[in-house]
């Protein structure tokens, strides 16, 4: 047992709420040696976060350590006092947060920050700590390495900057390292090339890290084995390959379902028919530059049109100028062979009724201060001019229809409700005003896998039961898979690919496409192994981008 | 140069005490985390504490004359101590009453309340009372003249007070407390008026800012700005004497005047805090949701912005209120505020500031002027510690 690098014993951590200690995690064990990568995988809340924290004898505020033992290396992290958790941390142990854009300093240059641990620890002199530095930049593949370093955080990119923060947390050589979703914020393109560079970083130097993520692929790419959390309790624990394979738990099963769910394909559109929204070669701009250049693509009856893309490639800003927030510069809109004005302050009641939206973020889509009751209410009242007992009967049906309980929930405020609750109420407030066409703007990919899954579900019902039309914007090319009917590619503010979604996903692909469809992790533990051998490391992610 | 030796050679035993104390502390808990991380600094501070409390208590306890000299000194601290315990004493009960009887709503608002919030709407409710009921409580009218001068505050007649003056009477013979009490319904009642105004054309401006933006916002923010780069006080005061000119003889009409200054005035800040907080609420996606359904400017400002922005803004009203309050106080007390003779607390103090001199050897003269200001000042507290309570809260909540 003398190899064990990491011991947690029966660890115990509560928040205070309410006056009150409150149970978050319930007594988990985790055993961790040398050069050993263990993934943590659960929904939100499960306690992933806290227990990587903890694993630093670290808690956030509010939250204490309540029982149990977090062994580093003969030392219990619990117990130790203020000078030698300093001594470790940094040291030994080292962070990598989730969103590497929050967590730089923005008024230092990435060199700085990098040198700043070694230099404190007395690990190294400041110079050798910054030829280091760009040593490790040149090992994570970043561009021009010698000089990425003395650029503030702002002048370099999401995917760059998560590279540079695992070069930081490298500087000391630590023992361990944590990883909290490191990779979660970024496009498909810059995750594969950051996973890429973490593993191989991590092998290198033989490094110990625990690495937290809802992904499962991309947990099944990084770990040796799995430990899997719900609500603040193990639910089981396994090696990569025997966890996927054979999972033992229900709970485990579930998420491994997750990405089955697919809609059968539909019939082919009748092509005389005229389509319910129609984008007529579109360009727009923000100011005097151009973000979307001659954009054309029809939305049918009943139909769902993903359209796919990387963040920028504008994708919310075709949703906008559909909605005419923004007006386009040239092109036009039609819905149902009708030309639309093209700012939405020019249309009327009808029109303005007739396309919806549902937005990604559902916490800032519905008003804080306003119970559901009203939120679904006031398009009710709005558009169908019912009042008092009528309006509420109809309320308590959409409620009915997103499958809510309508005597419950009518009174509730949005911050009584869960993520996945609050889609479905941003959901029922699109069909209040009884549209034929509904704009879903990445509604998923703010929520869990199964919560996620529950609402392309029930998308797919309300499309079946209402014959609603869907955009549906993404970058989730699994959630294509799921629920579209055709599938338009955006990249850089134009239409790359157009199709049905079959001939997508079938080769021969545009190149762009393939890079994308090529990007998705997989739940194959070996299939980044294959795809850094099948393309060779400068043909993946943003590098291969760039080539294009 | 002695006493700086006396202040130095105090600090450095202190700091040798605290060491000696977080050792004996560590030896005596057998090193628990506490007392090991404990910084010496911190160790300091407790020290510190232990030596002014000891200090007080001896000083209360000194005695309040020595052969027949009145010490002030001790004189007004022990009126300043006795005052704070017995104000928190006041709100204790005070919470406690309220956290067995009325709904269950306020009996839960009551139980996670902080002493300091129950004090201050304990005397809100008090001064709003006060204010209200004023003409069936003070014993006099505010501008009776009733014969004897200058009687003294404490109604004791062998230091020169009168028990039908419980505070004594100012220079031309008016009660104080009925002119103090008076003066509550004055000062309070213009300054919530003034406020309110202040809110309502800084906050629908600022609304209206927020969302329009364009030439219209840039607008209104320069000539915002041009208003706020004047000093306010010396702006008003300058205001208020032109002001005071065009009125002329019609006393009440110098009021109105003042209301409306002050509120232009004040506006301009709240105005600043209502564009900001509605930019950031503008931006949300329900915002967006709205303006998409078709929803006018009306239904946008107060529907949808103004319960999200409640929080700040009522916040700002506290604390604007305090301020304009003050602003009323001080354009009393230079003169152009107020008129007589309408009781006001600014006018009160200024009128009996002179007392102020005697404080030294006869703390009950001198505490006539300390009464009015020190009415300004518990306001202001109370106002200050309810406001800090709702921040507090709702920014709690949003987590």
Known sequence: MSDLLLKIRDLKIEGRSDETWNPIINGIDVDLKKGEVLGMIGESGAGKSTVGLASMGYTRDGVRISNGSVVFDGVDLVTASAAVKRDL???????????????????????DQHSEGPVQHGVSSRTDSEQDGMELYRRLRLPNPDEIGFRYPHQVSGGQLQRAMTAMAM??????????????????????????????????????????????????????????????????????????????????????????????????????????????????????????HDVSFDIHAGRTVAVVGESGSGKSTTARCITGLLPPRIGHIEFDGQQLPLDYKKRDKSQLRQAQMIYQMADTALNPRKSIGETIGRPVEFYMGLTGKEKRKRVDELLAEIELEPTEYFHRLPSELSGGQKQRIGIARALAAEPKFIICDEVTSALDQLVAEGILRLLAKLQDELGLSYMFITHDLATVRSIADEVVVMKDGSVVEQGPKLDMFQPPHHPYTDLLLSSVPEMDPDWLTNLLQERGVDNIGDAAVDKM | MNALIWIIGGLIAMLGAAWVFRLGAQKATNNKPYFRDLPLGVAFGYVFAAVALTFSVWYFFQPRAVEGVPQAGVIFFRWAVIGILGFAAASWVFRTVFRTIGTEGSKKLFRSMPLTAAFGIMMIIIYAFVSIFAGLIAPYGQEEILGAANVVAGGDPALGGDPEFPLGTDQIGRDILSRLIYGAQNTVGIAFVTTCLAFLLGGTLGFLAAVLGGWLDQLLSRMVDA????????????????????????????????????????????????????????????????KLRGEGLGYLIFREILPNALAPLLAEFGLRFCFVFLTIASLSFLGVGIQPPKADWGTMVRDLSQFINFASFAPNVAVTPLLAAGAIALLTVAVNFVVDWMLHKSSGLKE
């Open chain 2, 227 to 290: 208003l706020m780069a004047i000093p306010s006080l010396i702006f008003s005061l300058l205001l208020m004497t032109i002001a005071t000119a065009w009125a002329g003889s019609e006393a009440w009409l110098v009021t109105i005047y003042m209301i409306f200054i002050i509120a232009v005035i004040d506006s301009t800040r709240v105005f600043r805090l209502s564009r900001a907080v509605g930019q950031s609420i503008v931006v949300m996606d329900y915002i967006e949701a709205a």
């Open chain 1, 89 to 111: 941390l940094g040291k030994r142990i080292a962070y990598v947060a989730q969103s590497a854009a929050a967590s730089f300093n923005p008024a230092h240059k990435l060199i």
């Open chain 1, 171 to 292: 500087a000391c050589r630590p023992d361990l390292i944590i990883f909290d979703e490191p990779t979660t914020a970024l496009d498909v393109t810059t995750q594969i090339e950051v996973l890429a560079s973490i593993r191989d970083i991590v092998e290198q130097f033989d490094t110990a890290a625990i690495y937290i993520t809802h992904d499962l692929a991309v947990v099944a790419q990084m770990a040796d084995k799995i430990k899997v959390l719900l609500k603040g309790d193990e639910v089981e624990e396994a090696d990569t390959r025997t966890m996927l394979s054979s999972p033992k738990e229900e709970y485990t099963k579930s998420l491994w379902a997750v990405r089955s769910f697919e809609r059968p394909a539909k019939p082919a559109i009748n092509v005389k028919a005229t389509p319910v929204v129609s984008i007529h070669n579109v360009t727009a701009a923000y100011g005097t530059v151009d973000v979307l």
